[in-house]
């Protein structure tokens, strides 16, 4: 070495010992395995978060799903009471109709005893009158009785939108 220039025993040198002259943070191995070791690091914390995430989404799928069905049983239970509720007024609309054409056919009868043209408007007279009575009774009848069933019948969608109101509100 005694007949080297300076510049060539380091080059010797640091041929001898290439790992050697390079600081620890650049030494190829041990970056790449600090480098893997921080991707896996990093894979394992996006695949666990991406895992809560999905843990998460299923769980409101199954509450809506839940939450659907709920409404699908509202609206039937709905329609029920919609359908017995109709057909009840039906039955209170034929029961007047009914006994206005018994009073009316009661009323025919009594015609035919009649004596005077006055007993006649009389008798007309007295069938107008109470025609007209029980059709603003009945009248009012059928509308308290439409109010309610209107009622019952939004009943349970009502409750449907104030649970949903009250469960989703809160998420907003």
Do not use: H
């Not at 839940?66 to 049983?73: K, S």
């Not at 109470?130 to 009943?155: F, I, P, Y």
């Amino acid at each position: 070495m005694a007949g080297r220039k300076v510049g060539e025993a380091i080059q010797i040198e640091a041929a001898a010992e290439p790992m050697a002259a390079l600081p620890a943070p650049e030494r190829p191995a041990q970056a790449a395995f600090a480098s893997a070791a921080s991707t896996a690091a990093q894979f394992d914390k996006a695949n666990s978060e991406v895992k809560a995430n999905m843990e998460k989404a299923m769980k409101t799928a199954e509450e809506l799903v839940t939450f659907g069905q709920g409404n699908y049983e509202a609206m039937v239970k709905s329609s029920q009471i919609w359908a017995a509720g109709v057909q009840d007024l039906g039955k209170q609309v034929a029961a007047s109709a009914q006994a206005q054409v018994d009073q009316t056919l009661a009323t025919l009868k009594a015609f035919a005893g009649v004596k005077s043209l006055k007993e006649a408007i009389e008798l007309q007279s007295s069938l107008a009158r109470s025609s007209v009575e029980k059709a603003v009774a009945e009248t009012g009848k059928l509308t308290d009785a439409s109010l309610k069933l209107a009622e019952q019948t939004l009943a349970p969608i009502t409750a449907r939108v104030s649970l949903a109101a009250e469960r989703f509100g809160r998420a907003v």
